[in-house]
């Protein structure tokens, strides 16, 4: 079993960043494809991004194409989002995720993702 514990949230003005941390732990990670997703109150979950086991491929959604990053460290049972030019749309709870299986392409709805994290909190004041 894998587990997943997210941290790095907070509250950020506009323009901030903030670089949310996934800890991964039980067994090595490093094959996993590895995601980020977000969900708002009231709002369906929101795919962010997502990183294959090698950490070569790499895709985000539209929102946040430009604005994010996602990277990883093997090495370190680590993923990591680098958030940048933040808004207050940005505001939501994120959640990582990590699919055991092999990919041509990421995945970037839920159903795929086999674990999941408890999410931490990011609010973007105007």
């Known amino acids: 079993q894998l587990q997943l514990v997210e941290s790095g949230g907070g509250l950020v003005q506009t323009g901030g960043s903030l670089r949310l941390s996934c800890a991964a732990s039980?067994?090595?990670?490093?094959?996993?494809?590895m995601g980020w997703f977000r969900q708002a109150p009231g709002k369906e979950r929101e795919f962010v991004a997502a990183?294959?086991?090698?950490?070569?491929?790499?895709t985000y959604g539209n929102s946040v194409k430009g604005r994010f990053a996602i990277s990883r460290a093997n090495a370190k049972n680590t993923l990591y989002l680098q958030m940048n030019s933040l808004k207050p749309e940005d505001t939501a709870v994120y959640y990582c995720?990590?699919?055991?299986?092999?990919?041509?392409?990421?995945?970037?709805?839920?159903?795929?993702?086999?674990?999941w994290g408890q999410g931490t909190q990011v609010t973007v004041s105007s």
């Open positions: 039980g067994r090595t990670f490093s094959r996993d494809a």
């Open positions: 990183i294959n086991w090698i950490g070569d491929t790499k």
């Open positions: 995720a990590a699919s055991t299986r092999d990919f041509v392409v990421l995945p970037i709805s839920p159903g795929p993702y086999d674990y």
